[in-house]
DNA sequence: GTCCGCATGTAAGTAGTTACATGATTCA
DNA sequence: TGAATCATGTAACTACTTACATGCGGAC
């Protein structure tokens, strides 16, 4: 999903400054699938903004910054709408980088595989016990109230992404925990530069 | 992982055109991570030629265009491996277009939501018997004997990124299929231009 | 007194997609 | 005869990343 629909997601639940729509991709339910630097976010508000999805409102705070809080419109709710309903079924494909690493496993130093294993059972285990422990809605980074009359509880979708995640985090740390052990073993045994392999039966 | 390196590692399992990378993008265990078209396939392998990472060689075809063969060079084979080692642990979120849509069930129409999970849930199901069907090794693409001398059997990284993704895909599967009621039954109670959303709420 | 958080934005560069351009063969 | 497969490449465009530029307030 592109940085200018994303923006529009944030939103529709609640009005919101640049920087807080960077936060939202950090945290909360939207960092599960959500991504983009400050470099992306405000130049996609300046488009959805132009193209009337959005408006702008400068907004003065004592001893802070000044904040350009955007709020969707009309026209942009339809667009959000209208781009959620041409979703299609493909590209969900995994382009995970540590699998194009294991796929070459034979061929790297034992040590180094297994410590990439081990590194990234931390890493699930870490994005696991911290979705596991906040119950977050989706609006925790928004402070109008109008976000939480909106999230609270009663809307199912941040729920619903939440134990997705989960399911899938779940599924592919059991696969590293169980698997780790042959990887590792298999790991190692036909150095790419030594013999025995495609550059040497190439000659 | 960029185009030039899983270009880099489809040449290391044996020598291939453009035409064959591709394919092997596109089917086999490579397409579990790796993608591209020609447009970002054959600008790939001119500058990895230039850096010495490859080399070209013109073959001649009775009835079909001439081939160029691409062999992966020592510094290749090096570069490839120091790619491999500085894969880092992050960056494996979970990034779905379906999964944002969902966040958003509540407000989108009740049939388009069952016919997305539908949808997916059969994308799943396909891929999961395809995967569970082939058992390449990942150069079955590759029409050099060097190829299945390298990757027959005893390699087992395809295995390994082959069940890592059936593991992975079959615990989305079984989320979608146990809460599809679920995410039905709330979608669509919050039209987003309709009464008791935010926009309404804000004015 | 130095680093972190708040706050907004631009400029340059990287990387990739989509469409275009060509042309023979083979199969239905 | 029309579509699909084999085969290579370029050009224009889109989208995103990284680095730069600025500046105040508060915490340690």
């Known amino acids: 999903m592109d940085v200018k629909t994303t923006c529009l997601g944030v939103l529709a639940l609640g009005p919101a400054s640049g920087y807080e729509i960077r936060k939202a ?3 909360g339910p939207f960092s599960h699938f959500a991504e983009g630097g400050y470099g992306s976010i405000y130049p996609a508000l300046t488009k959805l903004t132009k193209e009337g999805l959005i408006d702008g409102r400068k907004e003065e705070q004592a001893k802070r ?23 299609q079924p493909a590209e969900d494909k995994i ?28 890493w699930y285990r870490e994005k696991l016990a911290h979705m596991r ?7 925790a980074h928004l402070s109008q109230p109008v976000a939480g009359a909106m999230c609270s509880g009663a809307t199912s979708g941040p729920h619903i992404v939440r134990d997705f995640g989960i399911a899938v ?13 042959a990887i590792v073993a298999s790991a190692g045994t036909k150095p790419m530069t030594a013999t025995g392999t495609a550059q040497d039966a190439a000659e």
């Open 25 to 27: 991709f950090e945290e």
């Open 65 to 87: 910054p000044d904040k350009n809080i955007y709020h969707i419109t009309e026209a942009g709710r339809q667009k959000l709408v209208s781009s959620l309903e041409t979703v």
């Open 95 to 122: 382009k995970s980088d540590l699998l194009f690493m294991l796929f070459f496993a034979d061929f790297l130093p034992r040590e180094h595989i297994a410590a990439a294993i081990d590194a990234r059972i931390g």
């Open 133 to 139: 422990g906040c119950m977050e809605t989706g609006a």
């Open 169 to 181: 985090y779940q599924a592919a740390l059991d696969f590293l925990e169980q698997e780790r052990g």
